[in-house]
């Protein structure tokens, strides 16, 4: 079957713009989450969904930052007056329900952000 | 706070030597650790956990903690396994106290296998 897809693959937008990057996890996974890798970095947790809720949204840096999953399926991560410091790769994973024990979190390709 | 360290930014060896990749973690409680692998182009992919306690593509790696680590080690590297090499810490707990798999990553570790 598909794996984590993330469109769009590359974004370039200008300072103070607002965009929207896209995830569509694995068909059966009902938990989420996203990552953001700066340069030379490893990937930082986000926010994390379980179905339509956000269960953990600690990792997000600010109010410009916020991230919807409106079915339990499909999310969308907004990021809102982009500054340059957002430029980034911002990552997806789903996996089965995470509970008490962790269940393999698959990545997508990621969507590359630059803020120019 | 869940911290994961990897102090090699950079790591070449030759083709059959050995090879470790460093990890040291600091956790308040009981850790699930994990290695990921991005090989070139493609996406982050799971390598191997602790608590699998299984050898993939030759790699193993151990949860000493005693020393908080969880190096990764291969007794004959092969080309083929040049990649970005992630350690990451499982940990965090949601409502009720359960954990839910929020992955904390270190910086990652290149690791160049010349032939």
């Known amino acids: 079957g598909a794996g984590v897809s993330q469109t769009p693959s590359n974004k370039v937008t200008e300072k103070g713009k607002y965009v929207e990057l896209r995830c569509d996890p694995i068909?059966?996974?009902?938990?989420l989450y996203w990552y953001r890798q700066s340069l030379g970095q490893g990937p930082e947790f986000l926010i994390y969904?379980?179905?339509?809720?956000?269960?953990?949204d600690s990792g997000l840096p600010n109010d410009r930052f916020f991230a919807v999953r409106p079915e339990g399926s499909v999310s969308t991560l907004k990021i809102q007056r982009t500054e340059r410091g957002d430029s980034a790769v911002y990552l997806c994973a789903s996996s089965l329900p995470s509970g008490r024990k962790y269940n393999e979190q698959f990545f997508g390709p990621g969507t590359r952000l630059t803020v120019l | 706070a869940q911290r994961v360290t990897q102090p090699e930014k950079l790591l070449s060896v030759f083709k059959g030597a050995p090879v470790e990749l460093k990890c040291n973690y600091s956790?308040?409680?009981?850790?699930?650790l994990f290695w990921y692998v991005q090989y070139s182009r493609q996406r982050l992919q799971l390598l191997l956990r602790?608590?699998s306690r299984e050898s993939i593509k030759g790699f193993t790696a151990d949860l000493n903690k005693g020393e908080t680590s969880f190096h990764l080690k291969k007794p004959f590297a092969q080309e083929e396994d040049s990649a970005m090499y992630y350690c990451?810490?499982?940990?965090?707990?949601?409502?009720?106290?359960?954990?839910?798999?929020?992955?904390?990553f270190g910086q990652g570790t290149i690791l160049t296998v010349h032939p």
């Open positions: 956790y308040s409680g009981s850790p699930e």
């Open positions: 990451a810490l499982s940990g965090g707990a949601g409502a009720g106290g359960t954990s839910y798999g929020k992955l904390t």
């Open positions: 969904f379980q179905g339509t809720g956000a269960a953990d």
């Open positions: 602790h608590i």
């Open positions: 068909s059966g996974h009902t938990a």
